[in-house]
């Protein structure tokens, strides 16, 4: 049987005093998929940057893909795609310009690019900058600069925000089920994302209150995370 | 609750390489610098009107029609020194505001590559900031062409902007992630770079006599000697803290 894509035991990290995330463990198969549910504040956000290595967990053991957090970060950089509130791309750039910028920090050649850009519609309007383009737009190239290079695990925050379903549709074979690849999803729609998911936890406070196969879930569960 | 089978993720055309290469790295970095400089025109434009109207304050407020030797040099390196901050104060404003800083930690690649794409960022928006106020300084405060002493200033600039280039990546970096950045930027920045301003201050005196037309002197090798030590040792320092300055 082939390692888990994540196992996490105890995880905890705080900010300051704070205590953002606490005991947070479990185990993904790979080409899994973990839909994480929770009121604003409770550590989604925050688990998806340990699992992105871009901030260290506190305490507790945390394997990504094989590799253990934080000593052995760089071997998960490049494998991981992230797709946050924020595009990580430049306003003053245009869409070209900006995954042509991520595509040589990760060794992915232009046609790569181009053949993205195409797929999230937006080859007719990537030489124009970012600044002047939609929310709808910035956030389709944000998920072509997510999978430019081809990550084995795809880390979502609200990945359908500010798309239509048009757009939904769209990016699906990129970072949908179809994708094949192991995702941490970040949701508040259980409508939606239940049906994507293969385990779900729910935090709130920065706690486990909800881990559990979905064919166990009960919705109402989910729904009490947000009273 | 793993363990349920998924089909197998077909291969796609990108190839990713781990590791795309110190210099590509630096190579691409510096491209996207210079050209969200080149659209928003936020550094150097600001950077060079500050030093072309410092000249002319002091041009007015001295009431003199020239000056030489240290005074010459003192003003030339004082205003060179407060554009610079300018210029280092917006280094990392867009990576630290566009997610910029997120997107270069998911790369696998070397971290100096920012440390050496900024300080050469930072040297670039200098040579143009002097190639603009070298000239104006001279029109407006020498009264005379600097002439014979531009070879050695040309030096003495080049010392000393490779060490405002690293001191000011260094400590934009560590500002850049706090609240009061645009406060802590030059507060960290103004004592690291006073050793800089009197070496170049120091090493220029003389050539500003010598481009005096009574005047005599060569440039201070002594003073480019320590300029030349200081850039190598907080170079150094750069490259030891680098990294950790941009981990959590």
């Known amino acids: 049987m082939s390692e888990p894509a994540l196992e996490l035991e105890g995880l905890a990290r705080h900010y300051g005093e704070r205590e953002a995330l606490s005991g947070v463990s479990l185990s993904l198969a790979a080409g899994q998929t973990l839909v994480v549910f929770g009121p604003n504040g409770a550590g989604k956000t925050t688990l998806l ?163 559990s196969a979905v064919a166990e879930v009960d919705p109402g569960e989910i729904a009490e995370l947000y009273r | 609750m793993s363990g349920v089978q998924t089909p197998q993720r077909p291969r796609e055309t990108a190839q990713p390489v781990r590791n795309a290469g110190l210099w590509r790295t630096v190579a691409a970095l510096l491209r996207k610098e210079l050209l969200v400089e080149l659209r928003t025109l936020e550094s150097v434009p600001a950077m060079s009107l500050f030093a072309l109207s410092t000249f002319v304050v002091f041009h007015f407020a001295l009431n003199r029609n020239s000056v030489e030797g240290d005074l010459g040099a003192g003003i030339l390196w004082v205003t060179l020194l407060f554009a610079a901050i300018l210029g280092i104060n917006r280094l990392f404003v867009a990576d630290a505001d566009q997610g910029g800083f997120d997107a270069f930690l998911l790369a696998p690649v070397d971290r100096s590559a920012m440390l050496i794409a900024k300080a050469l960022t930072l040297l670039a928006y200098l040579a143009v900031l002097e190639l603009i106020a070298v000239p104006a300084f001279a029109l407006l405060l020498l009264g005379a062409p600097l002439g014979p002493a531009l070879p050695g200033l040309v030096t003495t600039l080049v010392l000393a902007d490779l060490g405002v280039a690293v001191i000011g990546t260094l400590v934009a970096a560590m500002a850049v992630r706090t609240r009061a950045r645009d406060l802590l930027g030059p507060l960290l920045a103004l004592p690291l770079l006073v050793p800089v301003v009197i070496g170049g201050a120091r090493a220029t005196s003389p050539l500003l006599v010598q481009a005096h037309p009574a005047g005599v002197g060569g440039p201070a090798i002594r003073w480019l000697l320590t300029l030349g030590l200081y850039d190598l040792v907080f170079g150094l320092i750069a490259f030891a803290l680098f990294d950790f300055l941009l981990e959590d």
């Open chain 1, 49 to 211: 940057r340990v699992l992105a290595t871009l901030l260290r967990p506190h305490a507790g053991d945390v394997r990504v893909l094989g590799a253990n957090l934080p000593d052995q970060a760089w071997a998960v950089r490049g494998r991981v795609g992230l797709l946050g509130h924020e595009p990580l791309l430049y306003r003053e750039l245009t869409a070209r310009e900006n995954l042509r910028f991520h595509a040589r920090l990760h060794g992915v050649s232009d046609e790569r690019v181009h053949e993205l850009l195409g797929a999230v519609a937006m080859g007719s309007r990537a030489g124009e900058p970012l600044r002047t383009l939609s929310r709808g737009m910035v956030q389709r190239v944000a998920v072509a600069r997510a999978v430019l290079h081809d990550p084995e695990l795809l880390l979502l925050d609200e990945p359908h925000s500010n798309l239509d379903p048009a757009a939904v549709e769209l990016v699906a074979p990129l970072i949908g089920a179809a994708s094949g690849r192991t995702r941490v999803i970040c949701s508040h729609d259980p409508t939606g994302d239940l049906a994507q998911a293969d385990v779900v936890l729910g935090l709130r406070a920065g706690r486990p209150a909800l881990l």
